[in-house]
Protein backbone atom coordinates (compact mmCIF):
# COMPACT_ATOMS: atom_id res chain seq x y z
CA UNK A 1 0.00 0.00 0.00
CA UNK A 2 1.45 3.13 -0.86
CA UNK A 3 1.46 6.20 1.61
CA UNK A 4 -0.12 8.72 -0.66
CA UNK A 5 -3.29 6.76 -0.54
CA UNK A 6 -3.92 6.59 2.96
CA UNK A 7 -5.04 9.97 2.85
CA UNK A 8 -8.01 9.35 0.94
CA UNK A 9 -8.64 6.14 3.07
CA UNK A 10 -8.95 8.43 6.14
CA UNK A 11 -11.24 10.53 4.60
CA UNK A 12 -13.62 7.89 2.85
CA UNK A 13 -13.72 5.97 6.47
CA UNK A 14 -14.68 9.36 8.28
CA UNK A 15 -16.96 10.17 5.55
CA UNK A 16 -19.01 6.59 5.99
CA UNK A 17 -19.00 6.43 9.80
CA UNK A 18 -20.54 10.14 10.23
CA UNK A 19 -23.15 8.57 8.20
CA UNK A 20 -23.58 5.37 10.12
CA UNK A 21 -22.65 7.00 13.35
CA UNK A 22 -25.52 8.89 13.14
CA UNK A 23 -27.90 5.97 12.14
CA UNK A 24 -26.75 3.69 15.18
CA UNK A 25 -27.19 6.52 17.91
CA UNK A 26 -31.09 6.49 16.72
CA UNK A 27 -31.13 2.77 15.43
CA UNK A 28 -34.12 1.03 17.07
CA UNK A 29 -33.60 -0.97 20.10
CA UNK A 30 -29.55 -0.31 20.20
CA UNK A 31 -29.53 3.25 19.62
CA UNK A 32 -31.23 3.63 22.79
CA UNK A 33 -30.45 6.29 25.30
CA UNK A 34 -29.65 3.44 28.39
CA UNK A 35 -27.20 1.44 26.00
CA UNK A 36 -23.40 2.70 26.47
CA UNK A 37 -22.48 5.35 24.07
CA UNK A 38 -18.74 3.60 23.84
CA UNK A 39 -21.24 0.66 22.85
CA UNK A 40 -23.19 2.02 20.36
CA UNK A 41 -20.24 4.16 19.15
CA UNK A 42 -18.11 0.67 18.83
CA UNK A 43 -20.39 -0.93 16.45
CA UNK A 44 -20.47 1.99 14.64
CA UNK A 45 -16.81 2.29 14.14
CA UNK A 46 -16.68 -1.88 13.11
CA UNK A 47 -19.79 -1.20 10.91
CA UNK A 48 -18.18 1.75 9.16
CA UNK A 49 -14.88 -0.19 9.16
CA UNK A 50 -16.69 -3.07 7.12
CA UNK A 51 -18.54 -0.92 4.80
CA UNK A 52 -15.91 1.12 3.82
CA UNK A 53 -14.09 -0.97 1.03
CA UNK A 54 -17.56 -1.50 -0.63
CA UNK A 55 -18.62 2.38 -0.35
CA UNK A 56 -15.15 3.56 -1.51
CA UNK A 57 -16.34 3.42 -5.15
CA UNK A 58 -19.33 5.62 -4.43
CA UNK A 59 -17.26 8.04 -2.88
CA UNK A 60 -15.56 10.86 -4.79
CA UNK A 61 -13.43 12.84 -1.57
CA UNK A 62 -13.48 16.76 -2.98
CA UNK A 63 -9.64 17.77 -3.14
CA UNK A 64 -10.76 21.15 -1.21
CA UNK A 65 -11.81 21.74 2.39
CA UNK A 66 -15.16 23.47 1.63
CA UNK A 67 -16.34 20.24 -0.50
CA UNK A 68 -15.11 17.86 1.86
CA UNK A 69 -16.98 19.40 4.72
CA UNK A 70 -20.15 19.73 2.67
CA UNK A 71 -19.93 16.23 1.45
CA UNK A 72 -19.62 15.25 5.31
CA UNK A 73 -22.61 17.31 6.38
CA UNK A 74 -24.67 15.72 3.80
CA UNK A 75 -23.76 12.25 5.44
CA UNK A 76 -24.62 13.38 8.61
CA UNK A 77 -27.67 14.44 7.27
CA UNK A 78 -29.09 11.68 5.47
CA UNK A 79 -28.07 9.36 8.84
CA UNK A 80 -29.89 11.90 10.65
CA UNK A 81 -32.85 11.56 8.31
CA UNK A 82 -33.48 7.60 8.28
CA UNK A 83 -32.31 7.75 11.82
CA UNK A 84 -35.35 9.92 13.12
CA UNK A 85 -37.91 8.36 10.49
CA UNK A 86 -37.38 5.36 12.44
CA UNK A 87 -38.22 6.90 15.75
CA UNK A 88 -40.81 8.32 14.33
CA UNK A 89 -42.25 4.24 14.31
CA UNK A 90 -40.74 3.84 17.43
CA UNK A 91 -42.69 6.29 18.92
CA UNK A 92 -45.58 5.13 18.38
CA UNK A 93 -45.52 2.98 21.70
CA UNK A 94 -45.03 5.74 24.20
CA UNK A 95 -48.33 7.43 22.01
CA UNK A 96 -50.41 4.07 22.34
CA UNK A 97 -49.31 3.69 25.81
CA UNK A 98 -50.43 7.39 26.72
CA UNK A 99 -54.13 6.42 25.10
CA UNK A 100 -54.39 2.76 27.11
CA UNK A 101 -53.28 4.85 30.51
CA UNK A 102 -56.03 7.72 29.79
CA UNK A 103 -58.50 4.64 28.83
CA UNK A 104 -57.91 2.66 32.04
CA UNK A 105 -57.39 5.86 34.09
CA UNK A 106 -53.97 5.89 35.03
CA UNK A 107 -52.68 8.88 33.28
CA UNK A 108 -51.52 10.44 36.30
CA UNK A 109 -49.49 7.36 37.45
CA UNK A 110 -46.00 8.46 35.68
CA UNK A 111 -42.53 7.17 35.74
CA UNK A 112 -39.15 7.97 34.09
CA UNK A 113 -39.13 6.82 30.38
CA UNK A 114 -35.10 5.48 30.34
CA UNK A 115 -35.47 5.45 26.22
CA UNK A 116 -35.71 9.49 26.44
CA UNK A 117 -35.14 10.53 29.83
CA UNK A 118 -38.81 12.17 30.55
CA UNK A 119 -41.70 11.55 32.60
CA UNK A 120 -44.18 9.38 30.64
CA UNK A 121 -47.01 7.03 31.44
CA UNK A 122 -45.73 4.00 33.44
CA UNK A 123 -47.64 1.79 30.78
CA UNK A 124 -46.50 3.69 27.49
CA UNK A 125 -42.21 2.68 29.70
CA UNK A 126 -43.55 -0.94 29.69
CA UNK A 127 -44.66 -1.03 25.95
CA UNK A 128 -41.76 0.86 25.07
CA UNK A 129 -39.30 -1.29 26.76
CA UNK A 130 -41.40 -3.89 26.35
CA UNK A 131 -41.10 -3.46 21.86
CA UNK A 132 -36.64 -2.98 22.73
CA UNK A 133 -36.80 -6.60 23.99
CA UNK A 134 -38.69 -8.10 21.33
CA UNK A 135 -36.89 -6.30 18.71
CA UNK A 136 -33.39 -7.44 20.11
CA UNK A 137 -35.07 -10.96 20.58
CA UNK A 138 -36.23 -11.11 17.09
CA UNK A 139 -33.17 -9.99 15.44
CA UNK A 140 -35.03 -7.17 14.19
CA UNK A 141 -32.33 -4.79 14.37
CA UNK A 142 -30.56 -6.69 11.82
CA UNK A 143 -32.92 -5.76 9.58
CA UNK A 144 -31.28 -1.83 10.73
CA UNK A 145 -28.00 -2.76 9.61
CA UNK A 146 -28.56 -3.78 6.43
CA UNK A 147 -30.74 -0.68 6.22
CA UNK A 148 -27.71 1.00 6.82
CA UNK A 149 -25.88 -0.63 4.14
CA UNK A 150 -28.81 -0.17 1.50
CA UNK A 151 -29.10 3.29 2.62
CA UNK A 152 -25.95 3.87 0.05
CA UNK A 153 -27.99 2.50 -2.93
CA UNK A 154 -31.29 4.41 -2.39
CA UNK A 155 -29.49 7.68 -1.41
CA UNK A 156 -25.69 7.77 -2.51
CA UNK A 157 -23.09 10.21 -1.47
CA UNK A 158 -22.21 12.95 -3.58
CA UNK A 159 -24.82 15.75 -2.68
CA UNK A 160 -27.64 16.75 -0.36
CA UNK A 161 -30.97 14.71 -0.30
CA UNK A 162 -33.68 16.31 -2.26
CA UNK A 163 -35.84 18.10 0.32
CA UNK A 164 -39.46 16.95 -1.11
CA UNK A 165 -38.25 13.32 -0.67
CA UNK A 166 -37.06 13.94 2.93
CA UNK A 167 -40.37 15.51 3.67
CA UNK A 168 -42.22 12.59 2.06
CA UNK A 169 -40.29 10.21 3.96
CA UNK A 170 -40.59 12.07 7.12
CA UNK A 171 -44.79 12.78 6.68
CA UNK A 172 -45.19 9.22 5.73
CA UNK A 173 -42.82 8.36 8.91
CA UNK A 174 -44.72 10.49 11.23
CA UNK A 175 -48.42 8.81 9.91
CA UNK A 176 -47.39 5.16 10.14
CA UNK A 177 -46.63 5.65 13.55
CA UNK A 178 -49.38 7.45 14.38
CA UNK A 179 -51.74 5.36 12.94
CA UNK A 180 -49.84 2.37 13.93
CA UNK A 181 -50.75 4.13 18.04
CA UNK A 182 -53.89 4.33 17.48
CA UNK A 183 -54.13 -0.02 15.58
CA UNK A 184 -52.20 -0.92 18.92
CA UNK A 185 -54.72 0.81 21.23
CA UNK A 186 -57.94 0.26 19.71
CA UNK A 187 -58.84 -2.72 21.83
CA UNK A 188 -58.84 0.21 25.04
CA UNK A 189 -60.58 2.85 22.72
CA UNK A 190 -63.38 0.18 22.51
CA UNK A 191 -63.04 -0.71 26.09
CA UNK A 192 -63.19 2.83 27.05
CA UNK A 193 -65.90 3.78 25.02
CA UNK A 194 -67.89 0.94 26.17
CA UNK A 195 -67.83 1.22 29.65
CA UNK A 196 -68.19 5.02 30.45
CA UNK A 197 -71.26 4.15 28.10
CA UNK A 198 -72.06 0.96 30.77
CA UNK A 199 -71.32 4.01 33.80
CA UNK A 200 -73.66 6.52 31.95
CA UNK A 201 -76.25 4.12 31.49
CA UNK A 202 -75.88 2.96 35.20
CA UNK A 203 -75.94 6.58 36.27
CA UNK A 204 -79.23 7.20 35.05
CA UNK A 205 -80.30 4.28 36.63
CA UNK A 206 -79.06 4.40 39.79
CA UNK A 207 -78.66 8.56 40.82
CA UNK A 208 -77.83 7.72 44.47
CA UNK A 209 -74.75 5.29 43.17
CA UNK A 210 -71.51 6.73 43.83
CA UNK A 211 -70.49 5.97 40.66
CA UNK A 212 -67.00 7.42 40.56
CA UNK A 213 -65.54 5.37 43.50
CA UNK A 214 -66.85 1.96 41.71
CA UNK A 215 -65.48 3.73 37.91
CA UNK A 216 -61.83 3.82 39.06
CA UNK A 217 -61.15 0.37 40.16
CA UNK A 218 -62.94 -1.32 37.54
CA UNK A 219 -61.70 0.69 35.19
CA UNK A 220 -58.13 0.14 36.36
CA UNK A 221 -58.78 -3.78 36.34
CA UNK A 222 -60.79 -3.88 33.49
CA UNK A 223 -58.04 -2.44 31.54
CA UNK A 224 -55.46 -4.79 33.16
CA UNK A 225 -57.36 -7.57 31.73
CA UNK A 226 -57.91 -6.29 28.55
CA UNK A 227 -54.32 -5.99 28.24
CA UNK A 228 -53.03 -9.17 29.56
CA UNK A 229 -55.40 -10.10 26.82
CA UNK A 230 -54.20 -8.28 23.86
CA UNK A 231 -50.72 -7.45 24.79
CA UNK A 232 -49.36 -10.23 22.91
CA UNK A 233 -51.10 -9.07 19.45
CA UNK A 234 -50.19 -5.77 20.20
CA UNK A 235 -46.62 -6.25 20.07
CA UNK A 236 -46.83 -8.93 17.25
CA UNK A 237 -48.77 -6.09 14.92
CA UNK A 238 -45.81 -3.11 15.92
CA UNK A 239 -42.93 -5.94 15.12
CA UNK A 240 -44.53 -6.55 11.74
CA UNK A 241 -45.25 -2.65 11.15
CA UNK A 242 -41.71 -1.63 12.10
CA UNK A 243 -39.94 -4.57 10.33
CA UNK A 244 -42.61 -3.64 7.29
CA UNK A 245 -40.99 0.37 7.34
CA UNK A 246 -37.56 -1.00 7.85
CA UNK A 247 -37.42 -3.63 4.74
CA UNK A 248 -37.93 -0.41 2.38
CA UNK A 249 -34.75 0.85 2.79
CA UNK A 250 -33.15 -2.77 2.08
CA UNK A 251 -35.15 -3.40 -1.24
CA UNK A 252 -37.45 -6.39 0.47
Known amino acids: MQIAILPEISAVFVLVFARVGTMVMLMPGIGERFVFSRARLSLAFF ?3 MLAPMVRPLLRVPSDMPGVVGLLASEVLIGLVIGLCSRFVMACLQSAGAIVAQTMGLGF ?5 PTGGQQNPSVGNLLTMLGITLILTTDLHHVAIVAVHESYRLLPPGGLPDIGDVM ?7 AQGFALAVQISAPF ?10 LGVLARMMPQL ?3 FLAVPASIFGGMVVLAAVLGVMMSVFLNDLGVFLRQFTGN
Open 47 to 49: IAL
Open 109 to 113: ATTID
Open 168 to 174: TLAVRAA
Open 189 to 198: IVFGLLFNLG
Open 210 to 212: QVF
